[in-house]
């Protein structure tokens, strides 16, 4: 079973925090568990909220929704970048390249991590 993690930018400018996800009234939360009791919630812009995808990339970074990855093709100096999106429809995550193609992410260890959509031009 994977790890069902959000995380979101918080709207006091103090960066990213990682936990469960509400939405009451139009406000987004994290919440942030330490065992079973919640330890603190932090409120957050509702854009930057993505999902872990479950995945972790080739150095054991975890994959989020919105984040910007780069891959190479075997063999070649030559590499792609692409951002990690969700499709409500199919329910999967999906990688979206500058030619907007869509690949579906079924393997990670060739992935890595290099920024995200809302912080990196």
Not at 65 to 86: K, N
């Amino acid at each position: 079973m994977r790890e069902i993690q959000f995380r979101g930018l918080r709207t006091d400018g103090k960066g990213w925090v990682y936990g469960g996800y509400k939405n009451t009234g139009g406000l987004v939360f994290i919440i942030c568990r330490q065992g079973n009791t919640i330890d603190h919630s932090h409120e957050v812009n509702p854009k930057s909220v993505g999902q872990y995808t479950g995945l972790k990339d080739k150095n054991g970074t975890k994959i989020f929704e919105h984040d910007i990855v780069e891959w190479s093709i075997t063999g070649t100096d030559f590499f792609y970048r692409g951002a990690v999106y969700f499709d409500s429809d199919t329910l999967c995550f999906y990688l979206e390249d500058a030619y907007a193609d869509n690949k579906l992410i079924y393997e990670s260890n060739c992935l890595e991590v290099i920024g995200n959509i809302h912080e990196t031009k």
